[in-house]
C-alpha cells in the first residue's frame, strides 16, 4: 500500500509538472504569435509605403518635360554623308587586287 501511495505522489507531481510545461508553452505559442502579428503588421506598412513611392516617381517623371536633342535635328545628314561631301570619306573606298 505504501508504494501505491509513493507511486499516487509521483503521478501527482508529474502532473503538476505537465500542466506547467504545457502553460510556459501556451505562452511561447501565443507570444510568437504576437510577434507573426507584428512582423506581418510591418510588412505592410512598409508595402505601403513602397507602393506610395513608386507612384510618386512614376508621377514626377510623367511630369518631365522632354527636351529635344539637338544632334539628332540637325541639317537631316548623317556624318558620313557630311564626310563624303567633304571628300574626306574612305570608308567606301576598295583596294584593287
Known amino acids: 500500500m505504501a508504494a501505491v501511495r509513493l507511486s499516487g505522489m509521483e503521478i501527482s507531481d508529474l502532473t503538476l509538472e ?13 507570444k510568437s504569435a504576437k510577434v507573426a502579428q507584428a512582423v506581418e503588421t510591418g510588412l505592410g506598412q512598409m508595402r505601403d ?11 514626377e517623371r510623367a511630369n518631365l518635360q522632354t527636351i529635344p536633342n539637338s544632334a539628332k535635328k540637325s541639317n537631316g545628314s548623317s556624318t558620313r554623308q ?16
Not at 509605403?49 to 508621377?59: D, G, H, K, V, Y
Not at 557630311?82 to 587586287?97: F, I, Y
Open 49 to 59: 509605403l513602397a507602393m506610395q513611392q513608386a507612384t510618386s516617381m512614376i508621377e
Open 18 to 30: 505537465l500542466s506547467d510545461l504545457s502553460q510556459e508553452i501556451a505562452d511561447g505559442v501565443n
Open 82 to 97: 557630311r564626310r563624303q561631301e567633304k571628300g574626306k570619306d574612305h570608308s567606301t573606298d576598295r583596294m584593287e587586287p
